[in-house]
């Protein structure tokens, strides 16, 4: 009898590992249409020129970046930096996903982004980066930067 109890378990088992797996693309699946909305957000933030509304969509506790800049901690840090952005003539943002892996309520993305700069009484410029951001899954059910880091790419300026 007992052989017969390890037997179905062993079985029980090595049926449950294809749903488990399952399970866990369907938390990646998740994890990128949250991101998608919140990336989503941080586009029409920048459109709106509103640093407040890009600031909403990190942690309280969030940890930003940027190169050659000293790190940027939490909400009102976010709001700040991302406020002297938008004066210096950040008016379009575009996100590309190119990747998203999920650990609990952690996901990390790295994708490229692609910017439109235009200081007042100037020409647009166009640049492009590459990002890794660390995303944190809220209670609400919604996704938020956690970290932020990118830097751009060579001879990205037109």
Do not use: C
Not at 136 to 141: F, S
Request: net charge neutral; no cysteine; aromatic share 6%.
């Amino acid at each position: 009898m007992r052989g017969s109890t390890l037997w179905l378990l062993a079985v029980a088992f090595t049926l449950a590992l294809p749903l488990s797996g399952a399970q866990a693309a369907g938390g990646v699946e998740e994890g990128k249409a949250g991101i998608a909305q919140s990336n989503a957000k941080w586009e029409a933030g920048v459109k709106a020129g509103d640093a407040a509304a890009i600031a909403a969509l990190y942690t309280t506790d969030a940890l930003i970046l940027p190169p050659g800049e000293a790190t940027v901690q939490g909400r009102a840090g976010a709001e700040k930096f991302f406020g002297g952005m938008l004066k210096a003539g950040v008016k379009s943002v575009t996100l590309n996903t190119e990747n998203v892996e999920r650990a609990g309520d952690y996901a990390i993305e790295t994708g490229t982004v692609s910017l439109t700069v235009q200081p007042e009484g100037k020409e647009a410029q166009k640049s492009t980066a590459k990002y890794v951001v660390v995303w944190k899954h809220q209670k609400d059910g919604s996704w938020q930067l956690h970290r932020d880091i990118w830097n751009e790419n060579p001879h990205s300026k037109s």
